[in-house]
């Protein structure tokens, strides 16, 4: 997640909001949906692993994975051998920031519906200068890679496409999604139904956020973590500081969960996710010790869980 001083304003256009919010609704009361199997548990080991493996990746190549640096090419092509071994399309999009060559990496699902009516997962996967960015965001990038793997594992033919995205230079101003955005037509903005973002689902001290920006894909979000007796915020403090915004601006439903940044964790949250009053969510946030030890294992393990929910549920 980039610096507070860096956060675009996102507007809401919250009429839209409950219009499309009634409109589903109405449409679930009329005809039922049919039967559709559950998302599978998202494995956190295999989550772990892969924060792992980040990390290592980190270590061979200056101690960071940021944007214009080896370790974040490398990040990439960790990512892309595993989405191609699953039988992932995937694209490497190249784009110019600052003098370097960014990169994003886009992975399309061959199986279910058509490209009509796309739902887009996406994470950031550069880290900043300073450190691995386990938490931020090896996390969003692992949890998202796992649900796409699972995908493959159980050979989902949902009734819409699914397309998988990693940002490059997030943390220079949401550079490679802007580029991704700026990059489709008219009709294939139109096309994603909706955007879901995950920056930071690890952070140590655990804050269980919710984007607010569509009231139905909030839903998704919320009742899930209801079931698992976890009551969610919404977030002043992801606002307009990660990759959603870049699509947000371009009118498409946006969700997704996180965890918390630099903020500081009140009284009343601490109580009610067993957390440290007073303290920041992240303490390592954009620092050197954004390592494999700077992660909540318990929430990775659900926003992981969560992540592939919503995939199964809005894609169907
Ligand atoms: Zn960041």
Known sequence: MIRKEKRRTLI?????????ASLLGAGAAQAAKPEQAAAPD???????????????????NGGNRAHGEPGFKASIDFLKKKLDDAGFKTEVQEFDHGGATGYNLVADWPGGGSADETVMVGSHLDSVGSGAGINDNGSGSAGVLET???????????????????????????????????????????????YLNFDMIGSPNAGYFVYDDDAAVQKVFT???KSKDIKTETSAEVGGRSDHASF??????????????GDT???????????????PYDKCYHSE????????????????????????ELSS
């Not at 809401?12 to 499309?20: C, D, G, M, V």
């Open 42 to 60: 998202i494995s956190v080991d295999a989550v772990q692993k892969d924060l792992k493996e980040l990390q290592s990746v980190a270590e061979a």
């Open 12 to 20: 809401i256009a919250s009429a839209s909001t409950a219009l499309a």
């Open 223 to 225: 009742d899930w973590f």
């Open 265 to 279: 964790m009140t009284e009343e949250q601490a109580k009610q996710w067993d957390g440290q009053a007073g303290e």
């Open 148 to 194: 796409a793997l699972a995908v493959s594992a159980e050979k989902l033919e949902p009734k819409k496409h699914l397309r998988f995205a990693w940002w490059g230079a997030e943390e220079q101003g949401l550079v490679g999604s802007q580029h991704y955005v700026d990059s489709l037509s008219q009709d294939e903005v139109k096309n994603i139904s909706a």
């Open 248 to 261: 947000a601006a371009a009118g498409v439903t946006v969700g997704g969960t996180f965890t918390g940044a």
């Open 289 to 312: 010790c954004d390592d494999v030890s700077n992660i909540n294992e318990k929430a990775l393990d659900l926003n992981s869980d969560a992540i592939a929910h919503a995939v199964w």
